[in-house]
């Protein structure tokens, strides 16, 4: 059954408009009046419905039932990502929304190629959360992840991390991210990740300075690409939630 998300109240019993872009779907694939759907708004479960109206710009159903289903990790995990270049970032955010993060945080590193400001930065900040949005109506959750505004990573750092783990993924690190997890109990961790080419040492430094704990992913260096999302996995399969 085809799952979309509608920031609105999805109440029993109510008519709801989708969003012309979840209307242009259902015109395109020759959705019609009577079939059934899934609709979620961000706030926690799910809904039954059936549409009652499908025009080229417009889409309207009707809110059968309240499904209190959830696919959420058992534990708050933030991926603190350095940006990477070209559309690895769109990638980074899909699939660390299928593995269960709860937030991104865009970082601006020292060794990151792209540079992103201003309107650009919001743009990028806009299509990030669309993707977000995709990701979850395709894997099943019904929360959507938080994807906060680029920050420079020097700025970040400094501020309080607020009860939450911070973990800077390190291929220097003596402990291993696997070994950390088995010992550990679940609570909220932020894993923080570098660009191509890594941290630079003084930001290392700065993360360490700051309460980071540096774990590696094991013998190998890992893409930027790559590392968070093994590390998601890593978490999810010690800590529960695979």
């Known amino acids: 059954m085809p799952r979309f998300y509608c920031p609105s109240p999805l109440l029993p019993g109510s008519t709801v408009d989708l969003p012309d872009t979840v209307a242009h779907h ?41 499904q209190p289903v959830e696919a959420e990790l058992p534990f708050h995990v933030t991926l603190a990502q350095g940006l990477p270049e070209g559309s690895k970032m769109d990638w980074i955010v899909e699939k660390a ?10 970082l601006a590193a020292r060794r990151s190629v792209v540079k992103l400001a201003g309107e650009r930065a919001d743009k990028r900040l806009a299509h990030w959360q669309a993707v977000v949005i995709s990701a979850s109506e395709q894997c099943g959750r019904n929360r959507l992840a938080a994807v906060a505004p680029l920050e420079e990573f020097k700025h970040w750092i400094a501020q309080p991390a607020d009860q939450v783990v911070r973990i800077l993924l390190s ?3 003596d402990a291993s991210l696997a070994q950390w997890t088995r010992a550990t109990p679940p609570r909220a961790v932020c894993l923080l990740v570098g660009p191509e080419g890594g ?4 930001e290392e430094d700065a993360a360490i300075a ?9 013998p190998r260096v890992l893409r930027t690409e790559t590392a968070g999302l093994a590390a998601l996995a890593v978490l999810a399969a010690g800590w529960g939630g695979l």
């Open 26 to 66: 259902l015109h395109v694939v020759r959705q019609q009046p009577g079939d059934e759907l899934v609709l979620f708004n961000g706030e926690g479960g799910q809904v039954h419905a059936r549409l009652l109206e499908v025009g080229k710009r417009r889409a309207a159903a009707e809110v059968l039932a309240h």
């Open 97 to 106: 929304v299928e593995l269960g993060v709860s937030a991104i945080q865009p």
């Open 171 to 173: 291929p220097r690190a």
């Open 199 to 202: 941290f630079s040492a003084e």
């Open 210 to 218: 700051a309460g980071a704990l540096p774990l590696s992913m094991g």
